[in-house]
């Protein structure tokens, strides 16, 4: 087993299994746009085919930090 084994598609079970809805965060600061896209692809397609609405928010970015943030 990997250290990690939830992951989108885990929590895109849950989330339809207990009825809850979830927001979903693109990293805007670090991250690449085909990654995003790709996961958006992803998520939009397997919502399709299991009629699934539990992405009910996407979002661009949050809490982005830049090198040097950390200093007062």
């Known amino acids: 087993p990997q250290l990690n084994d939830f992951g989108t ?3 895109l ?8 809805h979830l ?3 693109v990293n805007a600061g670090t991250g690449q746009a085909e990654n995003a896209a ?4 992803h998520v939009r397609e397997r ?4 009629e699934d609405d539990s992405v009910t928010w996407w ?3 949050n ?3 830049h090198k040097g943030d950390d200093k007062a």
């Open 63 to 65: 809490e982005l930090y």
């Open 47 to 50: 919502a399709a085919r299991d």
């Open 23 to 25: 927001l979903l965060s």
């Open 13 to 20: 079970d849950f989330a339809k299994r207990s009825g809850g």
């Open 59 to 61: 979002e661009v970015g």
């Open 9 to 11: 598609d885990e929590a």
């Open 38 to 41: 790709a996961w958006v692809a």
